[in-house]
Every structure is written in structure tokens, then in C-alpha cells.
């Protein structure tokens, strides 16, 4: 079955870097774009980069354009998100996502989050 | 950006009709794409395209969409579809994905 699983988080003091890894397996991963998505502490959910399923394409919030930057090891069947610069306001539980596909597919798998603390 | 509203809360009594509205310019052109929440878990898709369910997710679970307003409906609610549901669509001139603020459903 689909599986995807979330690691990397911690504390972080301002203006260090994180590297979050998920891990994927169950589907072709090589076919497949990949997302990162967070959500702050009693917040919504924000939308924060996408890796299309050639590893070559990808795009970004606003928020995090320049900072932040997803790619995709398509041997290892994992996404990353490094992340540069670090902000309180990155403070949240970060998730992958597997894009299900389309011309604007939803997010029909989901990895379990893992906490950023930027203190 | 694009924008989407959705309403902060929406209460029913177990056994009724729940309806969740999604509001975004010329949303009816997109496609909208549904999640639940439950507390201290991942997002579950619940409804893609409009107005699909994946596999395993209840008929009671519906959608439309439709000029600026996309509605989400869960029908016979039951206690256990109390959380928080968001709506999410893919702006094309941007690529991004944008997700609304979120609906906390409270089952009474």
C-alpha cells in the first residue's frame, strides 16, 4: 500500500537550516510529483513547493521562494525539502504529499508530518 | 493571488445535511479538490474534481461547483465527521496550489 513517511523535524534557532526527507513507497514514485505542505500551529494549511515527477520542475510559494528549495531522488524513492534562512514564522507541521495527478490533481496521499520549531 | 473563502464553523445535528462553501473568483472554471481533518492527524481527500470521491470515502460525502461558489455536502452526518474541512484548488497562472482557511464542522 501507499506509504509515505515524514522525518527531519526538530528545534532550529533563527536563520539555520533543516533538511526533511519522505520517504515513499507502494507506487511509482518516478511518476509521480511530490509536494510539501505545512501548517502552523492552529492554523490552516499552506501550500509550500512542488517537485514534478521529473525531478526537474519546481515552483514554490511566495513565502519561501528563495529560501527554501524541494527535490526528488527518484532511485531512493524520497522527496527533500531543504530549507535555508529559517523564520519563527516557519514554525509548523510540514507534510508530503503525493500529487494524484491530472492537469490539477489533488493530493490523494499523505506522509504524517513532522514539527519545525524556528526558535 | 488567487483566494478562497470558506466560512470559520458550520454546526449540525447528527442524522442531517452538512454544506461547506468554497468561494473564489470564477471558481466554477477550476477544479476543487475537498480534505478532512481530524484533530492531530494528516489531511484525508475526501472529494477531487468537483465532485469525485476516492476510493473508500463515503457516498454520504459529495461536491459541486458552479460560477464563484463550490460546496462541499456530507449528508446523515454522524459524530464522527466532526473536523475541519478545507477546500484547495491549482492556480494556473501562478502554479500554486491554494488552500482555503478551513471549516470546523462541529457535530452537535
Known amino acids: 500500500q501507499v506509504q509515505l513517511v515524514d522525518s527531519g523535524g526538530g528545534v532550529v534557532q533563527p536563520g539555520r537550516s533543516l533538511r526533511l526527507s519522505c520517504a515513499a513507497s507502494?507506487?511509482?514514485?518516478?511518476?509521480?510529483?511530490m509536494h510539501w505542505v505545512r501548517q502552523a500551529p492552529g492554523k490552516g494549511l499552506e501550500w509550500v513547493a512542488v517537485v514534478a515527477n521529473d525531478a526537474i520542475n519546481k515552483y514554490y510559494a511566495d513565502s519561501v521562494k528563495g529560501r527554501f528549495t524541494i527535490s526528488k531522488d527518484n532511485l531512493k524513492n524520497t522527496v527533500f525539502l531543504q530549507m535555508n534562512s529559517l523564520k519563527p514564522e516557519d514554525t509548523a507541521v510540514y507534510y508530503c504529499a503525493r500529487d494524484r495527478g491530472g492537469a490539477a490533481g489533488g493530493f490523494d496521499y499523505w506522509g504524517q508530518g513532522t514539527l519545525v520549531t524556528v526558535s | 493571488s488567487y483566494v478562497l473563502t470558506q466560512p470559520p464553523s458550520v454546526s449540525v445535528a447528527p442524522g442531517q445535511t452538512a454544506s461547506i462553501t468554497c468561494g473564489g473568483t470564477n471558481i466554477g472554471g477550476k477544479s476543487v479538490h475537498w480534505y478532512q481533518q481530524r484533530p492531530g492527524q494528516a489531511p484525508v481527500l475526501v472529494v477531487y474534481?468537483?465532485?469525485d470521491r476516492p476510493s473508500g470515502i463515503p457516498e454520504r460525502f459529495s461536491g459541486s461547483n458552479s460560477w464563484n461558489t463550490a460546496t462541499l455536502t456530507i449528508s446523515r452526518v454522524e459524530a464522527g465527521d466532526e473536523a475541519d474541512y478545507y477546500c484547495?484548488?491549482?492556480?494556473?497562472?501562478?502554479?500554486?496550489?491554494?488552500f482555503g482557511g478551513g471549516t470546523k464542522l462541529t457535530v452537535l
Open positions: 484547495q484548488v491549482w492556480d494556473s497562472g501562478t502554479y500554486h496550489w491554494v
Open positions: 474534481d468537483d465532485s
Open positions: 507502494g507506487f511509482s514514485f518516478s511518476n509521480s510529483a
